[in-house]
């Protein structure tokens, strides 16, 4: 007995020391390991492989009723966006859409807001001058610049910059902008984009206000504050409460967070109908047309632009 259990283990020790015995199991170990790491760097490069196998329909409805409404929101803020770069319209609502598709992808926050912003706008049009071509470089060396922060971990610098430089900056830009809009509420027209003259020329040609612009800009102004107001009521819910009184409050729900798309279809559908009754197509200070379609994907280098950078 002594002997057979001294020859068990022996076995065994030789079996758990000897690596040819042992081969099967720490191979599987190690590509188990491997596997482990590759799909984590696949979760983390692509974070739609994490979510999208467990996508649901109720995630589908809530995403469609959102995409809806800020797509039908993003039409006009891409177009004032444009207005305020001095670019041609259909660059904002370019820039508007294309990240949204690639950030479906590589995307991990769902909080981000994408596309352009009034800031963005404000410093391409110092820097850009009115010309796509310098805009899109500067759209391009701005991403490859991000991307080398991301890469090479450098996110951390963004802690030394002052907050008052910011905030500075950004009240600056508030006033600019804000005040930029002023001529365009009052169907202003030829008035210079630049603050000091902007401000000089607004006030000496107050006289030439639309009346209907600055109608329909205060109508959308206040309605679109007044539903801001009732999408924040919280309404007390009682199982007495009546099949009509929840589909109401249903609706109002929806009107309300989608205000932003349904100020702008009313605003279309008066201008149009008063354009259509009183026969006029200067009754109100519309955008210029807008060019269809996509641009090809192309490198484009015009002689101007190689001039210039010569």
Request: charged letters at 15%; aromatic letters at 10%.
């Amino acid at each position: 007995m002594s002997g057979r259990g001294k020859l068990r283990s022996v076995t065994m020790s030789a079996s758990e020391s000897s690596p040819l015995l042992s081969y099967d199991d720490g191979d599987n170990g190690k590509y188990g390991r491997a596997r482990e790491a590759a799909k984590k760097c696949i979760y983390k490069c692509f974070p739609i492989t994490c979510w999208l196998p467990s996508y649901s329909c109720d995630s589908l409805l809530r995403d469609t009723i959102a995409g809806l409404t800020v797509g039908l929101m993003v039409v006009p803020q891409g177009l004032a966006y444009a207005t305020i770069a001095a670019l041609p319209l259909q660059y904002g609502l370019y820039s508007a859409y294309m990240g949204c598709f690639i950030y479906c992808i590589f995307g991990g926050s769902k909080d981000v807001t994408l596309g352009p912003t009034a800031i963005m706008s404000l410093m391409v049009d110092h820097y850009a001058m009115g010309e796509p071509l310098y805009a899109i470089a500067l759209t391009l060396y701005c991403g490859i610049v991000q991307l080398l922060l991301g890469v090479l971990r450098l996110g951390f610098l963004v802690r030394f910059i002052s907050l008052p430089v910011i905030s500075g900056f950004v009240s600056a830009a508030a006033i600019t902008i804000g005040f930029g809009q002023v001529k365009s509420l009052l169907g202003l027209k030829h008035i210079p984009r630049d603050f000091i003259p902007n401000v000089k020329g607004t006030f000496e040609h107050i006289k030439e206000t639309n009346p209907w612009d600055l109608l329909l800009g205060c109508c959308c102004i206040v309605l679109l504050l007044i539903l801001k107001k009732l999408n924040r009521i919280k309404w007390d819910e009682n199982e007495s409460d009546t099949t009509l009184q929840r589909v109401c409050r249903k609706f109002l729900w929806l009107i309300s967070t989608g205000r932003n798309a349904l100020v702008v279809l009313l605003a279309a559908a008066i201008v149009k109908a008063v354009q259509s009754a009183g026969g006029k197509t200067d009754t109100f200070t519309l955008t210029a047309q807008v060019k269809s379609g996509i641009p090809h994907f192309k490198v484009c280098l015009s002689s101007s632009f190689l001039i210039k950078v010569n």
